[in-house]
């Protein structure tokens, strides 16, 4: 299994900044994409950036030139820089990874969250 410990939340007003940070744990031998998806109270949750192994990265329209995905395949961990932060980006944000497990099977695995908060 894989696991995906987030970290980085917190409360920031509105123009601050926060780093995110997802590290991935366990039994498997590639990851392909990381990505951080997020979910606000009432609403589904919606992609907000994601990378290849490559480093290839797409962004939600909301958060480009805003955002910045970018891993360090080595350790592997998946971090999210957020500038210019808004009230509008107040949510749970996830991590998301996929890859191949060490026996061989594919697998998608989710972190637990961590709460973001924007507000004055």
């Known amino acids: 299994q894989v696991q995906l410990v987030e970290s980085g939340g917190g409360l920031v007003q509105p123009g601050g900044s926060l780093r995110l940070s997802c590290a991935a744990s366990?039994?498997?031998?590639?990851?392909?994409?990381m990505g951080w998806y997020r979910q606000a109270p009432g609403k589904q949750r919606e992609l907000v950036a994601t990378?290849?192994?490559?480093?290839?990265?797409n962004y939600a329209a909301s958060v480009k030139g805003r955002f910045t995905i970018s891993r360090d395949n080595a350790k592997p961990t998946v971090y999210l820089q957020m500038y210019s932060l808004k009230p509008e980006d107040t949510a749970a944000y996830y991590c998301?990874?996929?890859?191949?497990?060490?026996?061989?099977?594919?697998?998608?695995?989710w972190g637990q969250g961590t709460q973001v908060a924007v507000s004055s």
């Open positions: 990378i290849t192994s490559g480093g290839r990265t």
């Open positions: 366990g039994s498997f031998v590639s990851i392909y994409g």
């Open positions: 998301n990874a996929d890859g191949v497990l060490s026996e061989g099977r594919s697998f998608i695995s």
